[in-house]
């Protein structure tokens, strides 16, 4: 009786630190016009860098955003540390890290809470007039050591500005580039599309086109439920993000009547399938109260935020930031009590070509043994892996010539045979 009442008191300490796990990530995406770049209206007088870093380090210490995502960037790993060093990690703040530097014109940019979250991977897609920039990250869970973790996959665009169908032909000509990558590489799961689409209405192609589901099962839905004509409609206004100004040399005019700057969520962000889940009415365009249409972001006054976040927002840029909230929580008590008292879950792929490809689902970190057996059941191949929960391996199979093999793997409490086919 003993042995079991220690057993399940085990099994319940375990269990109660699993059903813990959990965390809330911040994410904010910003056009920041201009960044430490200066042209012949954008110019050391009405765009000092030195200016925009205080405003932009008000904004960033009262939002306190996990991930940061910018357009308009100056296209320079200088200009990268610039706002790392003077606008994010300053006034005792270091745990901002950025992804690698790579463009060259106003590039995109991400920064993170390296306490938060590790930058795995980063790529891009050959968009115009700028690429389109693909961050993917994981969360420090307090259970990596057994294999468990969330990502989330940003992708950051800056599509063609202007208001004539060629600019909106441009636009459209991008997005399928973006959800064409998307299809390609077979990206699924918590994935946010990002940046400053300058699209006038959601008819436009390009905002269709990133509604509409590749094969891959993959599509991305507005969190603010705001779809519509946004331009210049005062049923919008409490989305709209471009212009903070009326009239300025570097600052676009014409005041708050579009809705530019988007964050975009996959389905499993919505319905919290993949560990994520978007923290329901947290889509605010940061600083937008809705009484500004056709104004300033200053006048008629804005209570929204403490009056030096809107001084330093209206003053930063032209656009307003988009922000939002991501609950991360993948339910670990329902996985390990799974990986502990069920067979894990292996699936490979059929037919077998130069390499064995397979996978393991519900198991903690192990070494296991790999072993192929021939159809007459003598053992032709046999393998020690380190193996981790959700983790993908592989096997050379140039020797194995074509036919019917046995694949057996056995791990710590469990055996598994499947067979496959050898082209």
Sequence with gaps: MKKYIITITLFLLLSTRLLVAGDTIRVMQYNLLYYDMLTSFCTEENNNV???????????????????????????????????NNALNIDGVTHYKSAAFTGSYLINMLYYNSEKLVLKHQSHIQTSPRQTDVYTLYHKSENLMYGDTTFLTCLVTHLKAGNRP?????????????????????????????????????????????????????????????????????????????STHRSGDCFSGGGMDDRFDFILTSTSLLDGTKGAKYVKDSYWAYGQDGNRLNGTLISPTNSSLPPRIIDALYNMSDHLPVTLKINIDYDLYVNDYLSVYKQPSIKVINPVASTIDFWIEGIFPQNVSVSVFNSLGSVVMNNSLSVINGNKYSLSANRLVPGIYFLQIKGNDFQKVLRIIKQ
């Design 50 to 84: 030195s200016q925009k870093n205080i405003n932009l380090n008000a904004i960033i210490e009262h939002y306190k955003p996990d991930i940061f995502t910018v357009n308009e960037l100056n296209a320079s790993p200088n200009s990268v540390s610039k706002l790392l």
């Design 166 to 242: 060629d600019n909106a032909s441009d636009r459209a000509v991008s997005a399928q580039q973006i959800m064409n990558y998307i299809k390609k590489r077979e990206l699924q799961g918590n994935i946010m599309l990002m940046g400053d689409f300058n699209v006038y209405t959601h008819e436009e192609l390009a905002f269709q086109r990133f509604l509409t589901q590749t094969s891959t099962g993959v599509r991305f839905h507005d969190p603010a439920d705001a779809i519509g004509q946004w331009h210049d409609n005062p049923f919008f206004s409490d989305y709209h993000t471009q």
